[in-house]
């Protein structure tokens, strides 16, 4: 009797070995970076060697490549101009010669068996999905909608960008992200797009991860601070842009006046009252939307921001 146990036991261990082989096989891990240098290394020891990686790094970064290249024998490195998050997984998704892949922040803790997961339930979908994603357990409420707890898992407006587990060939009918989109909002206009073509996107509960870690490397508080000008920047140009997408022009402006007489009366009372470091950063906010509103390209870049 425990003998027959036993042999049940190995024999279930050896079929998810070989279905996790076969997963494997059929995926590739797409990996997006920016002066991530002090975290991917750490990141990639912890992703199964069988499956094939992908990494675009969004600078001229040759060490980078030649270093990771010969450590990791799974790793293809892109090295690219700084056009975004979007044209980078686009053209990565371009690289990928497997029938899945999935994008992942390397901030993130990602538990690799959670793959077989993913491939349950693309098939339980029969890949008549937009994307797949995990449940996020340190995320603020307000910036992040999840489904309820009690679901193994459901239909959601839009996974999060930073862990999505994506069909090569819906992704290519969606056409993927879009490129004018610098960052921000990527992945809510993919999901949009996706939705009117009737694929929907699903957070599987079973799958949890959290950020761990800070993806970009900051010297110093000049950095720091240029950098979260940056983001301020980015944030109202994409919201406003994908808003217009989906709504229309008039509309669309119509909703962010509020938003402008919001940023117009703070620059006027940190001006009055001299906050410098409140009164730039409604300065770029300004700046941002403005430039979305004109239709003005997303071009602002760290290397544009003088201290």
């Known amino acids: 009797m425990i003998s027959l146990i036993i042999v049940k036991i190995c024999y279930k261990l050896k079929k998810d070995l070989i279905d996790l082989m076969k997963y494997y096989k059929d995926l590739t891990i797409i990996i997006i970076t920016f002066k991530s240098d002090e975290i991917i290394y750490k990141f990639i020891d912890n992703i199964p060697k069988k499956i094939k990686i992908i990494v675009v790094e969004n600078s001229k ?17 892109y090295l690219r101009k700084n056009l975004g998050v979007s044209s980078s997984l686009n053209y990565a998704a371009k690289k990928t010669k497997t029938n899945y892949f999935l994008h992942l922040s390397p901030d993130l803790k990602v538990d690799y068996k959670d793959i077989k997961v993913f491939f ?3 098939k339980k979908i029969n ?24 679901l193994k898992y459901g239909k959601i407006d839009s996974i999060h960008g930073s862990y999505m587990f994506i069909n090569k060939k819906r992704f290519d009918e969606i056409n993927g992200w879009d490129d004018k989109i610098f960052l921000y909002f990527e992945e809510t206009d993919y999901s949009y797009r996706g939705k009117k073509l009737g694929l929907n996107s699903y957070q599987i509960n079973s799958i949890k991860t959290k950020t761990i870690d800070t993806t970009v490397k900051i010297n110093n508080e000049n950095e720091k601070r240029n950098w979260l000008n940056l983001l301020v920047w980015h944030f109202i140009w994409s919201k406003f842009y994908t808003n217009k997408k989906k709504f229309g022009f008039i509309f669309s402006f119509i ?8 940023i117009l009366f703070r620059l006027s009372l940190y001006s009055i009252f001299y906050d410098k470091k409140k009164l730039v950063k409604y300065i770029f906010r300004l700046s941002g939307l403005y430039n979305s509103i004109i239709g003005n390209n997303s071009y602002l870049r760290l290397k544009d921001i003088k201290n």
């Open 61 to 77: 970064n040759f060490e980078l490549k030649k270093k990771l290249e010969k450590k990791y024998k799974n790793v293809q490195v």
């Open 120 to 122: 349950k339930y693309a």
């Open 127 to 150: 890949d008549d999905f937009c994307a797949l994603g995990p449940r996020f357990l340190n995320t603020k409420k307000k910036g992040h909608i999840q489904i309820d707890k009690k």
């Open 255 to 262: 909703i962010f006046l509020p938003i402008i007489i919001r």
